[in-house]
């Protein structure tokens, strides 16, 4: 069988196709090394460094959120692994409040990477898989890539996105705007080798993934949508659902990647303030530009979640993404309220 690793396949779509130019080859092959990176970590669990690397690191993020020794851990290996290569304008990162300059000693390129080093982190301490994402911007001429405004774009922009899952096995899912692939990491090789071409995700679908204990703060059009799922048979959807909720979103969606679903992170009286859970530049936008790639469809339940222009790094919003049909299901009852 012909073996293709990630190198191979980049340099295809260079080459062959036209699909990327050399920065941005080199840009994936150095987020791809650094989330290898992060897999080595994760793997050592508590067996690593002084005192392991699960646990809290006793402080928060820009969020306000409580970080893991992994979160600041994943995202310095970002850090470092991206700024020397000459490929990046900047970088943004939800474990940070601003961007990442790139330090004057190393030259500037045209890209912006924007990341999630490590996605699902309150799984590590139980040994649940987690991931990172990533998404990959064009700056502006004439924007500043030390500040947040050339971050700005909304993810119909979007040149390359993908994620890592750091489950049983490694893996790099991307999609350059060519459809979506996937690599399962090699150990003993240490290379991505494509496993998967041309994902495509069923348009129908027998299964939900949500947080259901937030149901009762929930907007009505929601609570109405996932009470027809639940009525099963007897509802008017007249079949029965499955539910599926691991609580990291690169596992939940990769669920989705293979055998389709609909993956829901709505507005609740809780969070109404901060606009909803999920970050539109980390996690909403990159895994609407993967989900799309593949056949299904992303959105807020009232407009593309790729066509909204952001107003802030760090802005949140609500996210059902995932099988085409049902998503559709899902945004009726929006617009019918
Ligand atoms: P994180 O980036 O801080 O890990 O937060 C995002 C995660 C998603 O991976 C997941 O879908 C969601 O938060 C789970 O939230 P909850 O614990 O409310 O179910
Ligand atoms: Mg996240």
Redesign the pocket.
């Known amino acids: 069988m012909r073996r293709i690793t990630l190198s191979r396949y980049l340099i295809e779509e260079q080459r062959e196709k036209g699909k990327i130019n050399a920065d941005l080859r080199l840009l994936i092959e150095v987020v791809a090394r650094a989330c290898k990176s992060i897999a080595i970590a994760i793997g050592k669990g508590g067996l690593g460094g002084e005192g392991g690397i699960l646990g809290e690191a006793g402080s928060d993020n820009v969020q306000g959120?409580a970080q893991k020794k992994l979160d600041v851990l994943s995202n310095e290996i970002f850090l470092e692994a991206n700024e020397w290569g000459g490929h990046l304008a900047g970088m943004a990162s939800?474990e940070m409040e601003l961007p990442h300059a790139i330090p004057n000693r190393y030259p500037q390129g045209e890209y912006l990477l924007l990341f999630?080093p490590l996605?699902?982190?309150?799984n590590i301490d139980i040994n649940v898989s987690v991931g990172t994402i990533f998404s990959v911007l064009r700056c502006t001429e004439g924007d500043d890539p030390t500040q947040a405004n050339a971050f700005l774009q909304a993810g119909t922009r979007q040149v390359a996105a993908g994620y890592a899952v750091y489950g049983p096995t490694t893996l790099f899912v991307l999609t350059v705007g060519d459809g979506v692939v996937c690599f399962t990491l090699d150990r003993e090789l240490g290379s991505f080798v494509l496993t998967q071409e041309n994902i495509q995700i069923p348009h129908d679908t027998k299964e939900f993934a949500i947080?259901m204990s937030n149901m009762r703060f929930w907007e009505p059009p929601m609570q109405r949508y996932v009470n027809d799922l639940l009525s099963g048979k007897e509802g008017p959807r007249g079949k029965d659902f499955n539910m599926r909720?691991v609580?990291?979103?690169?596992v939940?969606v990769h669920r989705i990647l293979t055998r389709g679903g609909v993956f829901m992170?709505p507005l609740d009286s809780k969070i109404a303030a901060q606009g909803g859970?999920?970050r539109l530049l980390y996690?909403a936008n990159p895994m609407a530009f993967i989900v799309e790639q593949a056949g299904g469809a992303a959105s807020t339940g009232h407009c593309n979640i790729m066509d909204i222009q952001p107003s802030g790094l760090h802005q949140r919003i609500p996210v059902i993404l995932g099988s085409k049909n049902e998503v559709a299901l899902a945004v009726a009852h929006h617009l019918k309220d």
């Open positions: 959120e939800e999630d996605d699902g982190s309150s947080n909720w609580a990291s979103m690169v939940d992170y859970k999920l996690e």
